[in-house]
Nanobody
């Protein structure tokens, strides 16, 4: 079955950096758009970034544009989210998703906490 496993979360001070990874299995990774979403306590899950399967086109939410970078390594079935200049408002559980027309598969999430 399809599995997405996130890693790389943790506690970091404001202004610091983290790199999240999401490794997929059970699907043809190179044929899927991969995305990162996050959910803060008491808030709905929100889109952070995505990278398309075709052409590697990327998309970012306005709140992270210029600070976060999404990338993928199809040989390793892994998508990354490099997060720089982190802010306390970036604190959330970060999830990766995989899909084509919509996101069909989700990971279990990894906690990112940014202290002020």
């Amino acid at each position: 079955q399809v599995q997405l496993v996130e890693s790389g979360g943790g506690l970091v001070q404001a202004g610091g950096s983290l790199r999240l990874s999401c490794t997929a299995s059970g699907l043809t990774f190179s044929s899927y758009t991969m995305g990162w979403f996050r959910q803060a306590p008491g808030k709905e899950r929100e889109f952070v970034a995505a990278i398309r399967w075709l052409g590697g086109i990327t998309d970012y939410s306005d709140s992270v544009k210029g600070r976060f970078t999404i990338s993928r390594d199809n040989a390793k079935n892994t998508v990354y989210l490099q997060m720089n200049s982190l802010k306390p408002e970036d604190t959330a559980v970060y999830y990766c998703g995989a899909g084509r027309q919509k996101y069909d598969y989700w990971g279990q999430g990894t906690q990112v906490t940014v202290s002020s």
